[in-house]
């Protein structure tokens, strides 16, 4: 009976501690996940890469996260490999950071994060006082489901099935290695699999050797996540996850097998408790990070060899080829991968045409103007290619939802070329009529128009995911930040009227171009987040009517 209670707490406390962890890092992004990419991607050295990869890992809570946001952009080509697998490696020892902190008691924080957490998140408007809430309420179950960790060892303290085990894994480190590794994995959260190993070596359930092999096996396992969510990416991306997992690998073996030597001879005296064994974490990610940054740029070429780029057709120069070959449809899966794949490349040229209006707007030329809206043609031939694509499928080899899901793609490619036309026809339009009158915006309408464009560069990251994965999490919080950025439209709308109102004359002068590049960017996300919907009315997540789309959770209670 002890043991079944036993597994049953632990069950309960390990699902708070993966909830909670994930609570946290989701209340970030959505707060600050569209300042990431220009974090990420500006100019910098390996050493200051691995600072950045550190603190992502701290604010994000999660290793893999920065690894799967290191790897997106180096698959946009925003992001050289050496600097990715700097950020990555940097990101493991953030990761280490954060277990030093939560490994503390800090039990007697956690009523005060509650209550100011579930006040900030249930009385507050705000976006970020919201999130800030999340964020909040989310550390304080981290702490709560160690504490639950903790007693749902009392069961079984007394009875002669933990020392068994505990002394099983001491004596066989290959076994506890392996486990380690297995645990971070499904936890699918170095974190959450560390800190419970940690708490276990804490409060004596198990031995610090055990321990200490655990911990390196769970290093080594966490490793492997960003390589299994990264495998639907293009090949560019997937190598900087697998050249942290065999760096990572390589390093942790080394120090299984030297650790478990020095623990055997004596070498290391008697180590104890679980502050040794952060320690020793802490140690071991600061050692990789030193060790590895050298090697960022010499395995560039490696895994460049090992991964290469697949053989392209004929194409234009600097462009990527279509996916597609008309009449040519193989397996009704493969056919409907081509469609995922040439809609990316659709959804590349339309990022590509949005991500330089600011510079358009401060100093766009004639020539830069006109180059954006000549990409406009080959988004209109990505969809021309598409619509005749799914218009000659054979229906009688593809099922009824195949066929759905063809056309919902056809959907989408139509909705990114309205958003390229928003580009081409309205906001170059804009660019060039600010250079022509030598307008320029207020400080504050230029900051707002900004973070609106921060915050769609973010979306258009997200629906690609939301593309590839088809995850409703991720499809959730596309549409959660569709209706964000109308409020952050709708706020500066009112706090440009009311800068009319106090007489500012850059204001006056721009009032109309700030009113129409508000309208622009905001029916832009519009049509990137148009992703999300097939994917949440299958789900049982997407409303017949819009009537309440503003209402709050507890409004409709």
Known sequence: ??????????????????????????????????????????????????????????????????ALLASGFAASGYLAFPTGLAIVLGGDLGSALIIQILSFKLDWLVPMLLAAGGYLFVKTEAKKARQLGRILMGVAFILISLRFLREAMDPIRGSAFLPA??????????????????????????????????????????????????????NFGSAFIPVWLSRGMDLKARRIPYANLALRGTWAVICLLGAN?????????????????????????????????????????????????????????GRPVSALEQGRYGAPAQAVANLTRELLRMAGLVGAMFRPVLELYESGSKEQIRAVQQMDAEVNACLSGIRQYVAAIPAEAFSKDQLKTARSLMEYAIRLETAG?????????????????????????????????????????????VLISDDLESARLLSLEKTELKRMERDSRKRHLRRLQGGGQESFDTSDIHLETLRALREFNSHIAAVAYPVLYRNGQLLETRLIEEMRPEETD
Not at 8 to 36: C, D, H, K, N, Q
């Open 1 to 66: 009976m002890a043991i079944l209670t036993f597994l049953i707490s632990l069950a309960g406390a390990t699902m708070l501690l993966l909830y909670a962890v994930r609570m946290v890092r989701t209340g970030i992004e959505r707060s600050y996940g569209a300042s990431f990419q220009r974090l990420l991607t500006g100019r910098q050295s390996h050493l200051q890469a691995g600072m950045m990869g550190l603190t992502l890992a701290i604010v994000l809570q999660s290793s893999a996260a920065v």
């Open 165 to 218: 085990i505990a002394g099983y894994l001491a004596r066989d480190y290959i076994t506890a290695f392996l486990a380690g590794g297995a645990l971070a994995f499904v936890m699918h959260s170095s974190v959450a699999a560390i800190l419970m190993c940690v708490t276990l070596v804490q409060i004596g359930a198990l031995p610090f050797a055990a321990g200490l092999s655990l911990v390196l096996g769970a």
């Open 261 to 317: 030597l020095a623990l055997r001879q004596g070498w290391l005296g008697d180590p104890q408790g679980g502050q040794m064994l952060v320690s020793a974490h802490l140690a071991f990610n600061a050692a990789l990070l030193l060790l590895a940054l050298p090697l960022c740029t010499p395995l560039a070429g490696v895994f460049a060899r090992l991964f290469p780029d697949p053989a392209a057709r004929a194409q234009p120069p």
């Open 421 to 465: 036309d928003v580009v081409a026809r309205r906001l170059t339009v804009l660019a060039g009529e600010m250079r022509k009158k030598e307008l320029r915006f207020s400080r504050d309408g230029w900051l707002e128009i900004t973070r609106m464009h921060e915050a769609i560069l973010a979306n258009l990251q997200l629906a690609s995911n």
